[in-house]
Nanobody, 114 residues
């Protein structure tokens, strides 16, 4: 079992920044891909970004260079630095760990509003 605990969500104005963190514990190993998905009301969950322990990252198309994913393998923690936030980025952001099994965190709310 892998446990994921997210933090760092909140409300920011358009153009603002937020940094999300997700700490993994339990049976976590470098084999796991860590990352983030998001789900807005009435929409399907979609990829934000994922990263391997070696630093290979994949981003959702809409990120457009605004978000950066990073990972501290010593701390088993993955981060998502988000800048130039837009109202369309409003969603619940979920941390995931994926290897032989897929695990999800409970999610954190990110709201972009003036």
């Amino acid at each position: 079992q892998v446990q994921l605990v997210e933090s760092g969500g909140g409300s920011v104005p358009p153009g603002g920044s937020l940094r999300l963190s997700c700490a993994a514990s339990g049976s976590i190993s470098p084999n796991y891909v860590l990352g983030w998905y998001r789900q807005a009301p009435g929409k399907e969950r979609e990829l934000v970004a994922t990263t391997t322990s070696g630093g290979t990252a994949v981003y959702g198309d809409y990120v457009r260079g605004r978000f950066t994913i990073s990972r501290d393998n010593e701390k088993n923690t993955v981060y998502l630095q988000m800048s130039s936030l837009e109202p369309e980025d409003t969603a619940v952001y979920y941390c995931l760990a994926r290897w032989l099994t897929l695990y999800w965190g409970e999610g954190v709310q990110v709201t972009v509003t003036s």
